[in-house]
């Protein structure tokens, strides 16, 4: 009896592995892992947080932890670096704060931070400073994240 449980539940999981396989390959998931050697300024004042980046360097979470409020931006790499710096675009996440987790799954429709991208919100832009990068919030603070 217990050694049919078990290759159900082998059989299961095995299932739901090709599943993630299959949507990973697809483009469909994507499997953002934290950063541990990150360091985020706020202001050229180094503050708490984590960043979580994908394993095909297309996006990215940055959370900023200050003075008791957690706030996520979503990073977009275009693949390509204008003679500016600019190498991409951010999106404010709004109220939702990116989970304290090693891994995070991404979907069509996880995180929520896409929404605000497809919405027309204006863009700001991600710039390479060689060994960080770098963008302005609407209040002109600018957050720096050392790789």
Same mark, same amino acid.
């Not at 059989?11 to 360091?39: I, M, P, Q």
């Not at 979470?61 to 996520?72: C, D, P, R």
């Given at each position: 009896?217990?050694?049919?449980?078990?290759?159900?539940?082998?059989?299961?999981?095995?299932?739901?592995?090709?599943?993630?396989?299959?949507?990973?390959?697809?483009?469909?998931?994507?499997?953002?892992?934290?950063?541990?050697?990150?360091?985020?300024?706020?202001?050229?004042?180094?503050?708490?947080?984590?960043?979580?980046?994908?394993?095909?360097?297309?996006?990215?979470?940055?959370?900023?932890?200050?003075?008791?409020?957690?706030?996520?931006?979503?990073?977009?790499?275009?693949?390509?670096?204008?003679?500016?710096?600019?190498?991409? *675009?951010?999106? =404010?996440? @709004?109220?939702?704060?990116?989970?304290? %987790? &090693?891994?995070?799954?991404?979907? !069509?429709?996880?995180?929520?931070?896409?929404?605000?991208?497809?919405?027309?919100?204006?863009?700001? *832009?991600?710039? =390479?400073? @060689?060994?960080?990068?770098?963008?302005? %919030? &609407?209040?002109?603070?600018?957050? !720096?994240?050392?790789?």
């Amino acid at each position: 009896m217990k050694t049919r449980w078990f290759f159900l539940g082998a059989f299961a999981l095995g299932l739901v592995a090709l599943g993630l396989g299959y949507c990973y390959a697809s483009g469909r998931l994507e499997f953002l892992t934290l950063d541990n050697h990150a360091k985020i300024d706020l202001n050229g004042a180094p503050v708490q947080g984590q960043f979580l980046e994908g394993h095909r360097h297309t996006t990215a979470l940055v959370t900023i932890s200050e003075a008791g409020k957690e706030q996520t931006y979503q990073l977009f790499f275009e693949g390509d670096t204008d003679r500016t710096g600019d190498m991409g *675009s951010v999106s =404010d996440c @709004g109220t939702w704060v990116a989970p304290r %987790l &090693p891994l995070l799954l991404e979907t !069509r429709n996880y995180p929520p931070c896409k929404h605000f991208l497809r919405s027309g919100t204006r863009r700001w *832009s991600l710039f =390479d400073k @060689g060994d960080s990068m770098e963008f302005l %919030l &609407p209040d002109q603070s600018k957050v !720096r994240i050392h790789r």
